[in-house]
């Protein structure tokens, strides 16, 4: 091979290897979504597929779900009852649940309508009846559920309330504003209540005027206590009223109904309690008092 031949050769080799070099390094070289993906959220995974049984309930749950809304109660009592209970559900999930919970009361019904029919017989009304009565229950007790719920939280909600209003009007002696007391107790103290300041802290960040979310609060709450709580702040904040005094007196108020609601639940308890001694022990109490006394007068006749 000459060599003119011999080195247009090797340039062919270098060329092509230096355009592999190229090649290769611009299929290493990441994407624009590979670079951005650092900075954004991960992107949500699709859902699993619906199973075949799934599917075909899904038409039965819809027609279900808008049955229970018409005889139900309205959606924004439920809403309100659902947010009273720091339920975050929706309504659709909510009316769901009722569903679900009728079925299990209709199976119920329905296993001791035939647990009935075969021990003693049972005519068709009856059995009817039986079901619709295990249907009926359980969509009140999901209810009742729902109303204990609520409860336990605002008797959360009533005993975080003197500590938080102590710790706020701590804050603002200090030299903190209303919105900064209010998000610093937040930041550092947790519960049922926290949880409700730092959501009114939230929406005062988006732009909220800090009464309106606080009346937001009294809405969600429900709670007297917190309404009057909530008020006060608010008038103090427009006023130019010393919050740090309203704060404590706002404490020393839900510490007195504290000990009122104490009270009372003493003096019910102490009369339920009334029921077992009269009902049972003083009984039982007779019966051991006169019964030796009989058994003597036997004896002697």
């Avoid at 090649?23 to 075949?52: G, I, K, M, N």
């Avoid at 819809?62 to 809403?79: C, F, I, K, M, N």
């Avoid at 107790?185 to 949880?195: I, K, M, P, Q, S």
């Avoid at 706002?250 to 308890?269: F, M, T, V």
């Amino acid at each position: 091979m000459s060599p003119a031949a011999l080195g247009a050769l090797l340039g062919l080799a270098a060329g092509t290897g230096a355009w592999w070099v190229v090649l290769r390094l611009a299929a290493r070289r990441p994407t624009l979504d590979a670079r951005l993906a650092p900075y954004l959220r991960p992107a949500p995974e699709p859902p699993p597929a619906a199973s075949v049984l799934e599917r075909l309930l899904a038409p039965v749950m819809r027609d279900a779900v808008r049955l229970v809304e018409r005889l139900g109660s309205p959606t924004a009592e439920l809403e309100r009852r659902l947010a009273r209970a720091g339920d975050e559900t929706g309504v659709e999930e909510y009316r769901a649940r009722q569903v679900v919970a009728a079925a299990l009361g209709t199976a119920g019904g329905l296993a001791l309508a035939l647990a009935v029919a075969a021990a003693r017989g049972l005519v068709v009304p009856a059995a009817l009846a039986v079901v619709a009565g295990g249907t009926a229950a359980g969509v009140v007790v999901h209810d009742a559920l729902l109303g204990r719920r609520i409860r336990e939280r605002e008797r959360r909600l009533l005993a975080e309330l003197p500590t938080v209003a102590e710790l706020i009007a701590l804050a603002v002696a200090a030299g903190e504003g209303a919105l900064g007391a209010l998000e610093r107790v937040a930041r550092t103290v947790r519960g049922e209540l926290a949880g409700e300041i730092g959501r009114v802290v939230a929406d005062a960040h988006a732009g909220t005027p800090l009464a309106v979310a606080l009346d937001r609060l009294a809405v969600r709450t429900g709670v007297p206590a917190l309404t009057r709580f909530t008020e006060g702040i608010a008038v103090a904040v427009e006023r130019g009223t010393p919050l740090a005094d309203v704060l404590r007196a706002q404490a020393d108020d839900a510490r007195e109904a504290g000990r009122r609601e104490l009270i009372e639940s003493g003096g019910r308890k102490e009369i339920a309690m009334l029921v077992p001694v009269v009902f049972l022990v003083l009984p039982v109490t007779v019966v051991f008092a006169v019964f030796p006394g009989l058994a003597t007068l036997r004896i002697d006749l």
